[in-house]
């Protein structure tokens, strides 16, 4: 027996070949999308103003970004994964500062939730549609929270799916309590970016965000989380309490998925399945290691 043969029998090895499969096929599934989305994105969807919702999918969806991202970069392969299955689907930018390109959500999140504000209206009106779904990366399924609790945007909003939100803010593995030996540095950073500053576990932002409970009624949630999250920790503190929530650890479904923070919310379409299914639940199927060919 070749030496390879007997290495693929030990538990250690299946695991092994499993996840470089999965790292494959997520690394082959994406490039794919990506092209399809050059041509279809357009005329079948992405920020198309002239797409009526579907009797199926009847709610446009709204992708929101998260910290250091834009209306483009972060769906490449989200956004042509759900036009391709008959979603319309929209997504913006927020949170810009001044001279800086490219990079958002660095902006005072409430500022930030208020240009969300504005989005949904224009996307309903094109739309017809009475209410949208929204679903965000990060700082970009968080900050829609302020949005529902304080803005009104329940009235407007059927589900909100977070894929690795900062809920409860975040420690960044611990190093932002380090920021008070650092005297200033707290203060330069509220002052440069704002928006970094408000996701510190802890911060006025947070505490005002979560004070009364995590959830408002009339919206079903959704969170995504890996326990491989290196930006939003503990990553437990991602989840949602209240009812008409789901919270859903991506190793759950796959244990093999080795996505990490931006991973999860820009190319895994394990994570990407579980979506669909959040804003489809009546269709929703399984969600496992296959789902990344699905």
């Not at 695991?15 to 096929?25: E, G, I, N, P, T």
């Not at 005002?208 to 437990?236: H, Q, S």
């Not at 919270?247 to 479904?253: A, G, I, K, S, T």
């Amino acid at each position: 027996m070749l030496p390879w043969n007997r290495a693929r029998r030990t538990p250690r090895a299946r695991r092994a070949l499993a996840a470089l499969l999965l790292a494959v096929a997520a690394l082959v599934a994406p490039a794919a999308t990506a092209t399809a989305a050059e041509t279809a994105a357009p005329s079948r969807g992405w920020n198309d103003y002239s797409c009526k919702p579907s009797a199926a999918h009847p709610r446009p969806v709204v992708l929101v970004h998260g910290t250091f991202g834009n209306s483009v970069d972060n769906w490449l392969v989200l956004a042509p994964y759900l036009v391709n299955r008959g979603y319309c689907v929209f997504s913006l930018d927020y949170g810009q500062l001044p001279d800086v390109p490219f990079f958002h959500g660095l902006g005072p999140i409430d500022r930030s939730a208020g240009q969300l504000d504005v989005f949904v209206d224009k996307v309903l009106g094109a739309t017809g549609a009475p209410e949208a779904d929204l679903v965000g990366h990060s700082q970009g399924g968080m900050m829609p929270n302020y949005y529902l609790k304080f803005l009104g945007g329940a009235d407007k909003v059927n589900a909100l799916v977070g894929i690795a939100p900062d809920n409860h803010g975040t420690t960044l593995l611990g190093l932002t309590r380090l920021l008070p030996y650092f005297p200033g540095a707290e203060d330069l950073l509220t002052m440069n970016t704002p928006g970094l500053a408000d996701q510190i576990a802890g911060s006025a932002f947070i505490t005002k965000l979560n004070a009364g409970g995590d959830t408002v009624p009339g919206v079903r949630y959704t969170v995504i989380a890996t326990r491989y999250d290196e930006v939003v920790t503990p990553y437990r503190t991602q989840y949602l309490d209240g009812p008409n929530v789901r919270n859903v650890l991506l190793q759950d479904l796959c244990p093999v998925d080795l996505s990490e923070h931006v991973a999860i919310g820009t190319v895994d379409r394990i994570a990407f399945h579980e979506v669909a299914n959040a804003l489809d639940p009546a269709r929703a199927t399984p969600t496992t290691c296959a789902s990344v060919i699905g």
